[in-house]
């Protein structure tokens, strides 16, 4: 058997808080919200009937039904709404975890 020396960290105190990285947060919720949006959008052109694509139609402004512009219109509310979604929620992770954290 080797020999294994085990050390113990006595600066954990001191170490660094968790970030997140806002930009790469908030693109990542965006395109999120808009693949969601897309494959909803799509669902409801195969299966109208089944009503899953309601929701889009009361939160998104503009949306009118199963057309090209509420298509591109919702696809750009969506990574603008997912922007700032994950924009906010990184930038206030990062300052609870540099007060707390």
């Avoid at 968790?18 to 808009?34: D, E, I, K, N, R």
Wanted: charged residues 5%; contains cysteine; aromatic residues 14%.
């Amino acid at each position: 058997m080797a020999n294994t020396i085990f050390q113990t960290r006595s600066d954990a105190s001191t170490a660094t808080p968790a970030q997140v990285s806002v930009p790469v947060l908030g693109a990542t919720v965006a395109v999120f919200t808009a693949v969601s949006f897309l494959l909803c959008m799509a669902l409801g052109f195969v299966a109208p009937e089944w009503g899953l694509h309601r929701p889009w139609l009361q939160f998104y402004l503009g949306l009118t039904g199963f057309d090209l512009w509420s298509v591109v219109l919702g696809t750009g509310q969506s990574l603008i709404f997912g922007g700032y979604a994950g924009a906010l929620l990184g930038t206030i992770f990062n300052v609870v975890s540099r007060r707390f954290g």
